[in-house]
């Protein structure tokens, strides 16, 4: 059971931590627009499973737009402005995508957000992320704003210090979270992907993040 089932899309929201606010169902309006906009990033920028510098491959599997994209491999993570894969420049961040990150970022109370990239992951079931900690990003001032279609997931929400034990979400297909000021570098991970299907996306779960990598 859905406990926000009978609110209109954008009548509910949730803070889930100082700085932190979940969306409920914030871009399940524009749905087919952003796959059809995910789908053609990926003809260009191809998914693909990324190594860990600890030497272990990832089981999300990842691709980027925007000006910079983030990538892992044996030598470390970094941010960089051509695809490794291609050698060629990440696709430009769609419109659709600047636009929800924007309204998103704006309705949390960040009114003047720029991200300069967009890191694209693909969970299948079984699929999950290890806690970590988004820190490669210069401007730590701004939010990092998320996106998820598709399958649920239970997301794990620790505080800043690893030790403390995680918070479980639910999200659902829709829903966008703004993650800044003192949650901005909260450990968090996603839990392996329970089995299901998606009436738009099928067998997977498909998460955007909005960033801003250099200072404005
Ligand atoms: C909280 N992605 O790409 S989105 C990631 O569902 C990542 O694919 C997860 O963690 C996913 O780095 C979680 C929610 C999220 C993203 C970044 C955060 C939460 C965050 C950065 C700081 C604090
Ligand atoms: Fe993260």
Redesign the pocket.
């Known amino acids: 059971m859905d406990l926000f089932d009978d609110l209109p899309p954008d009548a509910a929201q949730t803070p889930i931590a100082p700085g932190?606010m979940l969306l409920h169902g914030f871009a399940r309006d524009g749905d087919a627009a952003l796959l059809q906009a995910v789908e053609s990033v990926l003809q260009q920028a191809p998914l693909r499973h990324m190594q860990t510098p600890g030497g272990y491959t990832m089981s999300?599997a990842m691709s980027n737009c925007g000006p910079l994209g983030w990538v892992s491999s044996a030598s470390g993570y970094r941010y960089a402005a051509l695809d490794p894969l291609t050698g060629q420049p990440w696709p430009a961040m769609p419109a659709c995508f600047l636009d929800l990150a924007q309204r998103a970022a704006a309705q949390a109370g960040y009114p003047h957000f720029e991200p300069d990239a967009c890191?694209i992951?693909q969970?299948v079931p079984g699929a999950k992320?290890s806690l970590?900690?988004?820190k490669d990003e210069l401007d730590l001032r701004a939010p990092?704003v998320?996106l998820?279609l598709g399958l649920p997931?239970v997301?794990l929400?620790g505080s800043p210090s690893r030790k403390d034990r995680p918070q479980r979400w639910r999200?659902v297909h829709g829903d966008v979270?703004v993650?800044g000021g003192p949650?901005?570098?909260?450990f968090?991970?996603?839990s392996a992907l329970a089995e299901g299907a998606h009436a738009l996306l099928g067998r997977r779960r498909v998460?955007l993040?909005f960033r801003c990598v250099r200072k404005k």
């Open positions: 932190a999300v890191l992951n969970y992320l970590h900690q988004d990092i998320s998820s997931a997301f929400f999200l979270v993650w949650s901005r570098l909260a968090h991970g996603v998460n993040t």
